[in-house]
């Protein structure tokens, strides 16, 4: 689940704004949840209890604790270096301010949905990079094996059968369950298979040929969903190579 906050006094433009989120999240290979804040105060009230994002939409011009001194309360006091800021203002004078806070963009109002897509596809590409681990248990031992190296997995029984680029591995566990862990280059194209996109060499109406020659089957219920997110990590590369 990727937790995106919001934080602006216009009670408008949030409901704006988290609602092109949720319809922008549906169309990418994201799982979004998102809270909206009101104030500067309230974020950080909830950020000391504990709340974590990965990313968060932070108006500047805030009527107390502005979206500067809240993003150097993230940056500073919680020494939070992961969640992705993302200022948004009607102006266009606070680069120096924002040099040390380091965000990942900064938005002048109006936002359009294809700004935000954007944010959004580069948020989840810099996250996916870091969080480039996949753990697994076998008996008393957890191995552990970069995401990048994984082409697909496949449920037999009770057990899940993982190959990678250069071998295989069994282990008990359930692929819905592992797909949450996963990063957004994965999909579930059947109940007993998760793949890699990178390692997709050939797409057809209802299976994929995987890099290794290995042809898995993608259910019915998967082929609308799976044909658009295709479409969307495609433009993701082309957002990449910008």
């Given at each position: 689940m990727y937790r995106i906050g919001i934080c602006d006094d216009d009670k408008e433009l949030c409901a704006g704004l988290e609602e092109q989120i949720y319809q922008i999240a549906k169309e990418l290979?994201?799982?979004?949840?998102?809270?909206?804040?009101?104030?500067?105060?309230?974020?950080?009230?909830?950020?000391?209890?504990?709340?974590?994002?990965?990313?968060?939409?932070l108006d500047i011009e805030l009527i107390q604790e502005n979206g500067i001194s809240v993003?150097?309360?993230?940056?500073?006091?919680?020494?939070?270096?992961?969640?992705?800021?993302?200022?948004?203002?009607?102006?266009?004078?606070?680069?120096?301010?924002?040099?040390?806070?380091?965000?990942?963009?900064?938005?002048?109002?109006?936002?359009s949905s294809e700004q935000i897509r954007e944010v959004l596809v580069r948020s989840l590409r810099q996250k996916q990079s870091l969080k480039s681990f996949f753990e697994y248990q076998k008996g008393s031992a957890v191995f552990r094996i970069p995401t990048r190296n994984i082409a697909y997995f496949m449920s037999m029984d009770k057990k899940i059968k993982l190959v990678t680029r250069d071998n295989e591995d069994e282990f008990y566990g359930k692929l819905k369950s592992i797909i949450e862990e996963l990063p957004a280059d994965f999909m579930m194209i059947h109940q007993s298979y998760i793949v890699n996109q990178l390692y997709v060499n050939e797409y057809s109406y209802d299976c994929v040929k995987m890099s290794d020659g290995t042809i898995l089957s993608i259910s019915k219920p998967y082929?609308?969903?799976?044909?658009?997110?295709?479409?969307?990590?495609?433009?993701?590369?082309?957002?990449?190579e910008l």
């Open positions: 290979p994201m799982k979004a949840d998102v809270e909206v804040w009101y104030s500067g105060e309230s974020i950080v009230n909830d950020l000391q209890n504990g709340i974590q994002l990965d990313l968060i939409f993003g150097k309360f993230i940056r500073n006091e919680m020494e939070d270096i992961n969640t992705h800021i993302v200022y948004i203002s009607s102006k266009q004078t606070y680069a120096m301010q924002l040099f040390k806070v380091q965000p990942l963009d900064f938005l002048v109002k109006p936002v082929r609308k969903e799976i044909r658009g997110k295709i479409k969307q990590y495609r433009k993701a590369e082309l957002y990449d």
